[in-house]
T-cell receptor, first 114, second 111 residues
């Protein structure tokens, strides 16, 4: 177990709706990243938060937004949901390491858009 | 953008056999990571490689960071049924930066 918890584990939305996914990082980790994993593919980087600020973003439209709170927990918000947004959304937390950044993932939130 | 080519796409092997899978990239990475993902769960970190040429083991798993910094391989010795899952390689360009993942290798083990 990585100590990274995500909620909800599963949810179903309809096109055009909005969704908020939540993540609690592992104790002591101050960086949170979000990834989208479509069925049969590897995870794709959405964005990263460090000390409550966005610190890197992947190729996702602005309707994907996030927040990080003072306790390092994080939210991913997706507006105007589209069918292609159906995926497993993974949160990963990491600890500052001069040698590199090991990311530890939660179990994910499975989003289905109908 | 950066892409990782992971092979093979899937493997179906006999319990006790050794397994080898690899990952290649058109770009140089500073860090390579290998993850395993079981159905319905998030990826679990297996091994992290920080330096070109580095060879690192974790139990029956051994991974190497290629000299060119554009490839990595993962070996599993004496496979067991619980090795079943999807194995992902991931490359990281610089400290704190995003991970770029391969498409995964599906491993099935016949007991």
């Amino acid at each position: 177990e990585t100590g990274v918890t995500q909620s909800p584990t599963h949810l179903i939305k309809t096109r055009g709706q909005q969704v908020t996914l939540r993540c609690s990082s592992q104790s002591g980790h101050n960086t949170v990243s979000w990834y989208q994993q479509a069925l049969g593919q590897g995870p794709q980087f959405i964005f990263q938060y460090y000390r409550e600020e966005e610190n890197g973003r992947g190729n996702f439209p602005p309707r994907f937004s996030g927040l990080q709170f003072p306790n390092y927990s994080s939210e991913l918000n997706v507006n105007a949901l589209e069918l292609d947004d159906s995926a497993l959304y993974l949160c990963a937390s990491s600890l500052e390491n001069p040698r590199g950044n090991e990311l530890f993932f939660g179990e994910g939130s499975r989003l289905t858009v109908l | 953008g950066q892409q990782l080519n992971q092979s093979p796409q899937s493997m179906f092997i006999q319990e006790g056999e050794d397994v080898s899978m690899n990952c290649t990239s058109s770009s140089i990475f500073n860090t390579w990571l290998w993850y395993k993902q079981d159905p319905g769960e998030g990826p679990v970190l297996l091994i992290t490689l920080y330096k070109a040429g580095e060879l690192t083991s974790n139990g029956r798993l051994t991974a190497q960071f290629g000299i060119t910094r554009k490839d990595s391989f993962l070996n599993i010795s004496a496979s067991i049924p619980s090795d079943v899952g999807i194995y992902f390689c991931a490359g990281q360009l610089e400290y704190g930066n995003k991970l770029v993942f391969g498409a995964g290798t599906i491993l099935r083990v016949k007991s």
